[in-house]
């Protein structure tokens, strides 16, 4: 089954242990997300910024994986997939204006609206 729950709406104390694990996991970038930083001109360090300081945006599970968004206070957006605890890989990198507030959303796709 796969659903999106944005973070707002995950305890705070889910919260923190999602974002504990992503800092202190290593990471790798999938190709996919190679050619997608280069087409959008996001740096490694760009996306390394946004792993270390950014703030959790939504979880998910897609295609049987646990996944995590995150956004930093440059609007750069990473979607990891969190495989284990030691490591995720980088499924893709964007921009996204940082004071977005998702009005726009379709609240279909999310679990707890």
């Known amino acids: 089954m796969e659903y999106k729950i944005l973070a707002h709406m995950l305890s705070h104390s889910t919260r923190k242990e999602y974002e504990e694990l992503i800092r202190t996991s290593e990471w790798k970038c999938s190709e996919y997300s190679k050619r997608r930083m280069e087409e959008r001109g996001l740096q490694l360090e760009d996306v390394a910024k946004a792993i270390d300081t950014g703030k959790l945006i939504e979880y998910s599970r897609v295609q049987e994986q646990d996944r995590v968004l995150l956004r930093d206070e440059d609007g750069v957006c ?34 707890l609206m």
């Open 78 to 111: 990473v979607v990891l997939s969190l495989e284990d605890y030691y490591q995720s890989t980088i499924v893709t990198a964007f921009r996204n204006a940082p004071t977005d507030n998702h009005s726009t959303l379709n609240k279909d796709n999310y679990l």
